[in-house]
Nanobody, 128 residues
Framework: EVQLQASGGGLVQAGGSLRLSCAAS????????IGWFRQAPGKEREGVSC????????YYADSVKGRFTISSDNAKNTVYLQMNSLKPEDTAVYYC?????????????????????WGQGTLVTVSS
């Protein structure tokens, strides 16, 4: 059974940091790209960042570039999203998802429609 378990959300003041974790199981980790998405109330789902554990490629949305860092621990089948310099507009439910990397042609994309498996969300609230 494929499972993606996101954790690490919480309440933080603007300028603070949080680290989200996405623990994956039930599939061959190296064959998949793992992405982070977020959805704020009343807004559409937004792709934040993604990583390929097989070749180390990463991608960041412009809105988080320079503030967020995605990484992968292949021994633990876990992807992390380190979020620094958080802003109130980062407030959202964050989801991790997995996509078959070969279906992307081995080029990372953060298009949610390409992601097959989704975890439950973790809420990040940034106060001003």
């Amino acid at each position: 059974e494929v499972q993606l378990q996101a954790s690490g959300g919480g309440l933080v003041q603007a300028g603070g940091s949080l680290r989200l974790s996405c623990a994956a199981s039930g599939f061959t980790f190296d064959d998949y790209a793992i992405g982070w998405f977020r959805q704020a109330p009343g807004k559409e789902r937004e792709g934040v960042s993604c990583i390929s554990s097989s070749d180390g490629s990463t991608y960041y949305a412009d809105s988080v570039k320079g503030r967020f860092t995605i990484s992968s621990d292949n021994a633990k089948n876990t992807v992390y999203l380190q979020m620094n310099s958080l802003k109130p507009e980062d407030t959202a439910v964050y989801y991790c998802a997995a996509a078959r990397y070969y279906k992307m042609g081995y080029v990372l994309r953060i298009d949610w429609s390409e992601y097959d498996y989704w975890g439950q969300g973790t809420l990040v609230t940034v106060s001003s």
